[in-house]
Nanobody
Framework: QVQLVESGGGLLQAGGSLRLSCAASRSIFRFNAMGWYRQAPGKQRELVAT???????NYRDSVKGRFTISRDNAKNTVYLQMNSLKPEDTAVYYCNAVAVGNAFWGQGTQVTVSS
């Protein structure tokens, strides 16, 4: 079992930046992939970005060029740097970790972008 704790969310104006952090309770080295998902009110949860254990990244089209996912295995932490934020980025952002046969989720952190 592993616990994932997100932090770094907040309220800001369009065009601003935030960095989300996801701290794991144990080593993230063995996870096949980690990622960030988001869920806006009335919408389904959607993938934002993922990073594999080998450092390969993947992004949804709407955040490419604005968001960057990274991982620090020594700190057991995954980050999501979000720049040029838009009101449509408003959502609860969840951290996800995938191992063989298991997937883990954090509790989420709210990001609200005003126009």
């Amino acid at each position: 079992q592993v616990q994932l704790v997100e932090s770094g969310g907040g309220l800001l104006q369009a065009g601003g930046s935030l960095r989300l952090s996801c701290a794991a309770s144990r080593s993230i080295f063995r996870f096949n992939a980690m990622g960030w998902y988001r869920q806006a009110p009335g919408k389904q949860r959607e993938l934002v970005a993922t990073i594999t254990s080998g450092g390969i990244t993947n992004y949804r089209d709407s955040v490419k060029g604005r968001f960057t996912i990274s991982r620090d295995n020594a700190k057991n932490t995954v980050y999501l740097q979000m720049n040029s934020l838009k009101p449509e980025d408003t959502a609860v952002y969840y951290c996800n970790a995938v191992a063989v046969g298991n997937a883990f989720w954090g509790q989420g952190t709210q990001v609200t972008v005003s126009s």
